[in-house]
């Protein structure tokens, strides 16, 4: 990542005091390659730019844009070395110029030449004290995270809190397993700020990362206190509960959560999986989960909970149930196979034989070599009475069954009873002794 005061600099020529539209008592023939070596670096043919750019420095070395400029075209071919060489020489004619120290500071980090990169952000540093935030990311990338963290807090001191210095921060103390200097942290701002509900948030969040559960509901009651409308909180107050056993509590949270207009679709997400995991091993409270669902599926689209959602229903038997969210699902995740195939066996279990065979032909035109495609689809066609069809999407489904015994007994079963059907005994006869001899054999 750029230096944020990089990032957010315009890409101005540097050097104020050279107009690059008047560069002086030059002759004709250095202004034509000056300007020779902008244009060709504008349709990036840096070579023919560098090219131009020597022609000047033949006539007249003494302008530090002209290395400059020499420098940012050798970054353009990935020539750090070359770069290096060149942005040094102009600050050798005109020094500490910020707009060539930046670009510096840049290829000594993306080289991780970090001691080099360090030189550099201590002299941007007098320019803006926002540099600092480079210096703690220096300092966090060669381990010396004190000195980092003192940075970030000074800057914090001098700007204000900020959500990329926060970023920083919680990264520096992942790095170094500071999980004791984390809570210190947070503790010292509890202490100052009593009211910051984003600190206790990240309290909470601390303890139960820790598995610490009893502390993180003790946090999450006082900011309940505090701010008896935090949504954000009944998050904390939600899976507590939950693994206290107070499930009515759980589900009241719960469905403080699901209603909230606060709460990410993500946290929601995470919360009525964790719903849907208990129920799995608590089903009385099954009429709960399906109000949780009905209340998220009227705000959130997310394609892995319909699939979630989908396989609790079908796991109960419930496929008329699970259908609809599975196709919610598949039509969020096209591209699922593993989905496509749960939504046609929920489609077949549900006699629903003519959009099984819509949807498994439409498929087959993206994935002709799926066997199980042609296995759902030659069902449907038989189940409708077509079997002409039905026996011929079997049969060249079964070419493509590599190493799966029990498929390739079910495609020939299949076959074996079409061609009872169709009154073709010796087919019949043939397929399905196929079939009882995969059996056997498996």
């Known amino acids: 990542m750029l230096s944020r005061k990089h990032t957010y600099a315009q890409d101005n020529t540097p050097f104020a005091d050279e107009n690059v539209d008047d560069l002086g008592e030059v002759s004709n023939e250095f202004q034509e390659a000056f300007f020779e070596a902008l244009k060709q670096k504008g349709i990036e043919n840096y070579d023919r730019a560098i090219s131009s750019l020597d022609q000047c420095i033949a006539i007249d070395d003494s302008f530090p844009i002209l290395y400059f400029e020499k420098g940012k075209n050798y970054m353009a071919l990935k020539n750090n070395e070359a770069a290096e060489q060149n942005f040094l020489k102009s600050l050798e004619r005109k020094p500490n110029e910020q707009t060539v120290l930046d670009l510096l500071y840049e290829l000594y980090y993306e080289n991780r030449d970090y001691d080099k990169a360090e030189g550099v952000i201590q002299q941007l540093i007098p320019f803006d004290s926002q540099y600092k935030e480079d210096l703690a990311r220096l300092y966090a990338a060669t381990r010396r995270y004190d000195e980092a963290l003192v940075l970030i807090d000074e800057l914090d001191d001098e700007k ?59 946090t999450a009651l006082k900011l309940q206190k505090i701010n008896p409308e935090a949504d954000e909180v009944q ?50 409270y099954a009429p709960q989960l399906e109000a949780a669902i009905a209340t998220f599926d009227s705000q959130v689209s997310d394609s892995k909970i319909y699939e979630n959602i989908g396989a609790y229903y079908r796991k109960k038997g419930a496929q008329d149930k699970a259908l609809p ?66 026996s011929l999407q079997l049969e060249t489904g079964a070419d493509y ?25 010796k087919r019949a006869r043939r397929y399905t002794e196929q079939a009882s001899k995969l059996r056997a054999g498996n």
């Open 325 to 390: 969210y599975l196709i919610k699902a598949l039509t969020n995740d096209e591209d699922n196979i593993g989905l496509l195939r749960q939504v046609l066996d929920a489609e077949l279990a549900q006699a629903k034989y003519a959009d099984a065979a819509a949807r498994a032909k439409r498929a087959l035109e993206l994935y002709p070599s799926q066997p199980s495609l042609y296995y759902a689809y030659g069902i449907a066609l038989k189940e409708q009475g077509q079997l002409e069809e039905a």
């Open 235 to 284: 998050l904390a107050l939600y899976k507590i509960d939950l693994s206290k056993g107070n499930t009515d509590k759980a589900i009241g949270a719960m469905t403080k959560v699901l209603n909230s207009q606060k709460i990410s679709a993500k946290a929601k997400h995470r919360v009525l999986n964790d719903f849907l995991l208990f129920v799995n091993d608590n089903p009385a």
């Open 160 to 218: 204000g809190k900020d959500t990329y210095r926060d970023g920083l921060r919680e990264q520096i103390y992942k790095r170094s397993g500071k999980g004791n200097l984390r809570k210190e942290t947070l503790n010292k701002e509890l202490e100052k700020t009593a009211q910051s509900e984003q600190d206790f948030l990240k309290l909470i969040y601390l303890y139960s990362e820790q598995g610490n559960t009893d502390k993180a509901y003790e």
């Open 401 to 425: 069954i590599l190493d799966d015994v029990a498929l390739e007994a079910n495609f020939y079963e299949q076959l074996g009873d079409i061609f009872t059907k169709l009154g073709d005994s």
